[in-house]
């Protein structure tokens, strides 16, 4: 946990403090807003948490903070908030928490399909804990890395689980998997499960979608606060961002109702108003 000797001084008073060696992830930033905000070229804390509620979403953040960064002053039960992970996002869908470094802070995702093999998207910090939460959960038959900036510790994950890893090919050099999809059409894992390619962050980013719901979408798009709007990662792109123009046009093509990004803000929109949110990328993309 974080050092009250390195505590910043853009935090408010109070107990909960962000400390120097924050990396600027965001990941505190979209999981309790209403505690932490950005301090320039770190996180801060804007607000004491008020209530039950914001207490406890900011130690979810606090355990879930890949450097360490956030601390507190005042006793709290922060195994709980680590026993609190994998938490619901909708329905069969988990937000791991325990973000990793070495992804710079990427979320990572558990999809529940009892009788069909659970999915993880992307991985999370190796926490001995969480993964025995996993396992009591069913488990994961499938490893789906959506691109090679977010492995982090993929090996060791499917070792404990004996899970199946996806990737694209064009992502996969010097990155051991099971399985390497090719090419830029779609691939359907099952009748669930669509491979979408995705190049332009990098050459092999691909998306995850989930029934036709929820959109796995790595480093290819988010919801933007500061913007008000989807968005992609002009700053971070590290390919090409024609391609990524291109990807986007495919993907604005697919229904869905969630955004479930590696980094950034999730978004959740029902019907036209996604597909509205699309076009609107695009559209902000070719300008």
Known sequence: MASADRRLATNVPGDFFVDSTCIDCDTCRWMAPETFDSG?????????????????RAELALVACPTGSIGVSAPHDLAAAAHAFPVEVEDEVLHCGFHDEASFGAASYLVLRPGRGNVLVDVPRWNQGLARRIHELGGAATIFLTHRDDVAGHERWARELGAERILHARDARGIEVERRI???EPVALDDELLVIPTPGHT????????????L???DHVAWSRSRGH?????????????????????????EFAWILPGHGT??????EAMQAEMARCVAWMRS
């Open 40 to 56: 320039g070229d770190h996180s801060r804390v804007h607000h004491q948490p008020a209530d039950a509620e914001s207490r406890r």
């Open 182 to 184: 090719q090419g830029e």
């Open 203 to 214: 050459a092999g980013s691909a998306c995850l979608l989930h029934r036709s719901r929820f």
């Open 216 to 218: 796995f979408s790595g």
């Open 230 to 254: 989807v968005y992609a990662f002009r700053s971070a792109c590290w390919y090409d961002w024609a391609t990524q123009i291109r990807s986007m046009q495919r993907l604005a093509r697919y």
């Open 266 to 271: 999730r978004c959740h929109l029902e019907g």
